[in-house]
């Protein structure tokens, strides 16, 4: 059985950085027939996809066009984790935020408990 | 404004066959399996449909799919109380080289 167990501050200040830890059990982070995924909501944006990263021989990252230039996800092959980086951020950017593992033929089977993040001085 | 569409909200009666539409373009749904996800408050949302008419391990048969160039659909038969929830499609898109995600459809059951 597949876990996710997400860590991280819930709270962030206007230009910081926003930063979520994604922990597996069950499966590995550099599995050649899994990605792992972030993906928000919030009222506004809905189910938003923000990006990932899986091995397939080596490393890969696609992220999407609207956090291109704020975000990094990292993963840890230590300690079978991957990290949410996501830069400059703005009360917009207040959701809540799962992380989820990705198969082949597109879905997200796995997903984290979500962490509500709030954007506020 | 989502890139793939679908109605905000749905109705039937318990025993009811209930159609989810969901509507996109040749870069989504058109060259892409589609997925389909129920969300309850509060919690993470659970696949559904994968791979546009495939259920996993668990799912009713209650619960069926299917795609017809770019648009997709979610059906639900024999309606239950339970199954009062929001849905959502996803598709990968080809020209924004990620995945979107429908505007969600808010399914109550009368």
């Known amino acids: 059985q597949v876990q996710l167990q997400q860590s991280g501050p819930g709270l962030v200040e206007p230009s910081q950085t926003l930063s979520l830890t994604c922990a597996i059990s069950?499966?590995?982070?550099?599995?050649?027939?899994?990605?792992w995924n972030w993906i928000r909501q919030s009222p506004s944006r809905g189910l938003e996809w923000l990006g990932r990263?899986?091995?397939?021989?080596?490393?890969?990252?696609d992220y999407a066009v609207s956090v291109k230039s704020r975000i990094t996800i990292n993963p840890d092959t230590s300690k079978n984790q991957f990290s949410l980086q996501l830069n400059s951020v703005t009360p917009d950017d207040t959701a809540v935020y799962y992380c989820?593992?990705?198969?082949?033929?597109?879905?997200?089977?796995?997903w984290g408990q979500g962490t509500p993040v709030t954007v506020s001085s | 404004q989502s890139v793939v569409t679908q109605p905000p909200s749905a109705s039937g009666t318990p025993g009811q066959r209930v159609t989810i539409s969901c509507s996109g373009s040749?870069?989504?749904?058109?060259?892409?399996?589609v997925s389909w996800y129920q969300q309850f408050p509060g919690t993470a949302p659970k696949v559904l449909i994968y791979?546009?008419?495939q259920r996993p391990s668990g799912v009713p048969d209650r619960f069926s799919g299917s795609k017809s160039g770019t648009s997709a659909s979610l059906a639900i038969s024999g309606l239950r109380s339970e199954d009062e929830s929001d849905y959502y499609c996803?598709?990968?898109?080809?020209?924004?080289?990620?995945?979107?995600f429908g505007g969600g459809t808010k399914l109550t059951v009368l």
């Open positions: 989820a593992r990705g198969l082949r033929l597109g879905q997200f089977d796995y």
């Open positions: 069950g499966d590995s982070v550099s599995s050649n027939s899994a990605t």
């Open positions: 990263t899986y091995y397939r021989s080596r490393l890969y990252n």
């Open positions: 040749t870069s989504n749904i058109g060259s892409n399996y």
């Open positions: 791979r546009n008419d």
């Open positions: 996803a598709a990968w898109d080809d020209s924004l080289s990620g995945v979107v």
